[in-house]
Each structure stands twice: as structure tokens, then as C-alpha cells.
């Protein structure tokens, strides 16, 4: 008698136990398409996009969760007149952008630009011999330069009156919550490898071997 009542208890105990696992089942596959729906635009980009400067990692570590996305590239010019572009744009309106380009400017120019007038702007820099990187501290300035001198094909090699340099700059509008020193590293590294591919591509008269990467902002 109390081994039939047992059995009565589980039978009507069942559907319920069964009821309840559909039910967190169905809840799990919920969150899960929905995290899937929320990030398939980024995990839906290439491995690497824009001839290899940039990686979807990258694109990752930066720009928040969306709908979706697209990359493009555009390459522009010869020698000192190249332009080499990339860009990520989301549903929700964040962009990472980038560009290298040759151009005719000093160091000291180019250091002068991203300081502005009176050196209004703060800066943290780092560099490896004569390649040099910055980033703006201030968190609104969501940018970060790469100055690589470079003497183009056109530009006589004994005409130093001159100076010449690949500058690599990278940008993001509406980033990801991230901390200002990884998003600065990160997009320093993107401008890095924007200008390396664009010393390639002018042909740059001086061969030079790159460093795997540049110093961590972090260990200044």
C-alpha cells in the first residue's frame, strides 16, 4: 500500500518536474538567442578586415554589442601621395575608424598638432627608435597617432629639407565601457599596424623592420 502511494506521488510529480525543466530550458535558449541576436554583428565580421590591419578581436575589444556591422578599406594615391583608410561601423552608430597616409611633416609638427595651441592637450607617449606613438588622456578624445619617418620613391633620398613620415591615426565614436588605457592601447596598436601596411604600400625608401609590437602604455 505505501509502495503503491509512492508511486502515485511520483507519477503526479513528474509532469511537474518536466513542466519546470522546459520552462528554464525554453528561458535558457531565450538568453542565449538573444545574446547571439545582440552580438552577431561583430562575431559576423571577418577574422581580419581592411588587407589585414585590423582584427575582429580588435573590433571586439572596443565597440559595444550590435545588431550589425560592416568593414571597408579604401587605398588611395601612390608614394607621397598615399592614403589608406579603414572602417567598422555598427547599427547602434559606433564607428572605429582609421587612415595612414604619407605626408610632409616633422616630428615636431606632428607632435605639435595633436597637442594644439599652448599644448592645451595632454598626451602619453611612447616610442622605439624612431617611431613614436601617442594617445589624448582626456577620455573624450578617443584618438591615437603613429608617426613613422619615410622617404618616398618621388623624394630624391639626398633632399633632407624635407622631412617625410607615414602617419597612422585612429579614432572611435560611442566606444564600448571600457578603461581609457586599454581603449588608447588598442587603438594605437590599430594606427600601428595602419602604418606599417601603408610604408609598404608607398614603397617607402628606407626598409625597416618593425618591432612585433610598440611599448605598452602602461609600463610609462
Not at 151 to 162: D, E, I, K, L
Amino acid at each position: 500500500m505505501e509502495t503503491l502511494q509512492t508511486s502515485r506521488t511520483q507519477i503526479a510529480t513528474w509532469p511537474s518536474v518536466k513542466a519546470f525543466l522546459l520552462i528554464l530550458l525554453t528561458i535558457g535558449l531565450f538568453c542565449g538567442a538573444g545574446w547571439a541576436f545582440l552580438n552577431k554583428g561583430l562575431y559576423l565580421l571577418p577574422d581580419k578586415m581592411c588587407d589585414g590591419t585590423l582584427e575582429r578581436d580588435t573590433v571586439k575589444q572596443v565597440l559595444p554589442k550590435a545588431r550589425s556591422a560592416d568593414s571597408g578599406f579604401d587605398s588611395q594615391g601612390t608614394g607621397d601621395n598615399l592614403t589608406f583608410s579603414c572602417h567598422v561601423t555598427t547599427s547602434n552608430d559606433s564607428i572605429l575608424s582609421g587612415k595612414a597616409q604619407v605626408e610632409p611633416v616633422s616630428r615636431d609638427k606632428w607632435l605639435e598638432y595633436y597637442q594644439g595651441s599652448g599644448k592645451r592637450n595632454q598626451l602619453i607617449r611612447v616610442s622605439v627608435g624612431n617611431i613614436e606613438a601617442l594617445a589624448r588622456i582626456d577620455s573624450s578624445a578617443n584618438t591615437s597617432s603613429v608617426y613613422v619617418p619615410c622617404t618616398p620613391p618621388s623624394v630624391p633620398s639626398y633632399n633632407s629639407s624635407q622631412p617625410y613620415a607615414v602617419v597612422g591615426e585612429t579614432w572611435i565614436d560611442k566606444p564600448a565601457n571600457t578603461k581609457n588605457t586599454p581603449l588608447r592601447q588598442t587603438l594605437t596598436d590599430f594606427a600601428y599596424q595602419l602604418a606599417q601596411h601603408a610604408y609598404k604600400l608607398a614603397e617607402c625608401k628606407d626598409p625597416r623592420d618593425f618591432p612585433k609590437e610598440l611599448p605598452r602604455y602602461g609600463d610609462h
